[in-house]
């Protein structure tokens, strides 16, 4: 099995040297693992999980460091410094990940985050990264059905809401209208698929399905005022936000959650918030 410039890849340590100790790179030859990674305990012939990538001077190196990205991944990494060539990005590695000015969307700055695709140069054997991640993202139908629970990486705010990378693969949207907590690109959270469009982009959501029903939140909603004195100070009125960091809800079913205690008459609402009907306090 050949080595995965890039990538974690097993390796045998075959010979211990001053500096570090060779592993068994195939017909890449031996490459160094160097002293400050070594295992303070190993033997000859012991098997090592080592990532691999190109030194200053392009040599093939091991690492037991674990980037921030790896080939094939996209990531949010921070521009350390520029020069006449292209940026050089934090990717925590000794030598720092490199984007060419070709492959920026505009020019970077130093301090600032940007969304990457790391990726072979074909020309160069380099590891390089990219700001133009349409041209990476699978032009595949992606295979997850309604609900199902996904990965994701902000990507760019939109008109219509954010646009996010879906398992390090796909396209994927999140609408403005269903969003109830603050985002930026960059941020790594759980999803769930609403729909795969016929394009292959998929429509996400930040709630759990189910959560949406009205009846299941309803009873939520009770035992949380009954877990808190028997009175929140949320209601129809409360910003979405707020209501979202507590239960985890759009507006929208916060506000039919309460229209149906309401109507069992169960509770009270009031003008800063909702209290228990007293037949309900025991």
Not at 108 to 115: A, H
Not at 116 to 136: L, N
């Amino acid at each position: 099995m050949s080595i995965e410039l890039g990538k974690f890849n097993v390796l045998e340590i075959v010979k211990t040297v001053d500096f570090g100790v060779y592993l068994d790179g195939e017909e890449e030859g031996e490459i160094l693992l160097p002293t400050r990674y070594v295992p303070e305990e190993y033997n000859i012939g012991d098997f090592l999980n080592v990532f691999l990538y190109l030194d200053n001077e392009e040599r093939l190196i091991a690492t037991t460091l674990t980037p921030l990205v790896q080939v094939g991944e996209f990531a949010c990494l921070e521009v350390a410094w520029i020069n006449q060539f292209g940026a050089f990005l934090n990717w925590g590695l000794m030598k720092d990940l490199f984007v060419p000015f070709r492959e920026q969307k505009m020019t970077m700055q130093v301090g600032k985050k940007y969304v990457v695709h790391a990726h072979i140069d074909e020309e160069s054997y380099r590891i390089v990264a990219s700001a133009k991640v349409e041209r990476y993202l699978s032009k595949e139908i992606p295979p997850y059905q309604p609900n199902e629970e996904v990965s994701i990486l902000i990507w760019q705010k939109t008109d219509l809401g954010f646009k996010a990378i879906v398992e390090n693969q796909f396209s994927g949207l999140l609408y403005e209208g269903e969003i109830f907590q603050q985002l930026q690109t960059g941020m790594t959270l759980k999803a769930f698929v609403k729909q795969v469009r016929e394009d292959g982009k998929i429509d996400l959501m930040l709630q759990k399905p189910g959560f949406e029903k009205i009846d299941d939140f309803a009873e939520t909603l009770l035992s949380y005022i009954k877990d808190n004195g028997g009175s929140i100070t949320l209601n129809d009125k409360s910003p979405a936000e707020e209501i979202y960091d507590t239960f985890e809800v759009s507006k929208k079913t916060f506000k039919k959650g309460v229209g149906d205690l309401y109507r069992k008459r169960l509770i009270i609402i009031e003008a800063n918030g909702i209290r228990l009907a007293e037949e309900n306090k025991k």
